[in-house]
């Protein structure tokens, strides 16, 4: 079985300040790595995604996120955040050659960006 | 290409009744996966089903049940619903290959009361 832990759940940060959000895992396999966004009254949208290859993967609007198999850790990180980056995000892993597509996910962190 | 579509956006249901939320995954996607939120214990997985098959199971009561059509589409169904069934009952939809994204809809707000 896996879990993940995010250690914050709740971040507050300034507006134009790097913020970092810890997610740590376990797992006895190897795992696929997600980090998701809900912001208010919304579903889950994919941040980004680690399936195998380069360690450090990037999104579109900033984030980036860096896989770490001995520490079994995928934090993600901004370098500069704006105010429309509050939301809660998610970190989630599912297993490899697990039966279908669950994820298990950590307990969210509450990013608050103040002006 | 259209997202995910889960009906009805909000419910409110008496304890002891039943109800049946709805999800239209993405065109194309034949696995569909049901999550249930809250403020307590988070996002919990509920069970996946793939081609009318259900593929995975969380570990909830067997009052919480679902099924796929043909079509893809999934229904969720809770019975005799209690106080702790209120939450944010959300759908995911992926392509059926092992471990690739998930797409998420918007969710069911239920209310039990």
């Known amino acids: 079985a896996q879990s993940v832990t995010q250690l914050d759940s709740q971040v507050p940060v300034f507006e134009e300040a790097p913020v970092e959000l810890r997610c740590n895992y376990s797992?006895?396999?190897?795992?696929?790595l997600f980090w998701y966004v809900q912001y208010p009254n919304q579903g889950l949208q994919l941040l980004l995604k680690?399936?195998?290859?380069?360690?450090l993967v990037e999104s579109i609007n900033g984030f980036e996120a860096e896989f770490n198999k001995s520490q079994t850790s995928f934090h993600l990180r901004k370098p500069s955040v704006h105010i429309s980056d509050t939301a809660e995000y998610f970190c989630a892993v599912s297993a490899d050659k697990a039966a279908g597509n669950k994820l298990t996910f950590g307990g969210g962190t509450r990013v608050l960006v103040k002006p | 290409k259209a997202g995910v579509t889960q009906t009805p956006r909000y419910l409110i249901k008496t304890r002891g009744q039943q109800v049946t939320l709805s999800c239209s995954p993405i065109?194309?996607?034949?696995?569909v996966s049901w999550y249930q939120q809250t403020p307590g214990q988070g996002l919990q997985f509920l069970f996946e089903?793939?081609?009318?098959?259900?593929?995975n199971k969380g570990n909830f009561p067997g009052r919480f049940s679902g099924r796929q059509f043909s079509n893809s589409r999934s229904e969720m169904n809770v019975s005799t619903l209690e106080l702790g069934d209120s939450a944010l009952y959300l759908c995911?939809?992926?392509?059926?290959?092992?471990?690739?994204?998930?797409?998420f809809g918007q969710g069911t707000r239920l209310t039990v009361v």
């Open positions: 995911a939809s992926s392509s059926g290959i092992l471990n690739t994204e998930a797409f």
């Open positions: 680690y399936l195998s290859g380069s360690t």
């Open positions: 065109s194309g996607h034949r696995s």
């Open positions: 797992s006895s396999v190897s795992v696929y």
């Open positions: 089903y793939f081609s009318e098959t259900q593929r």
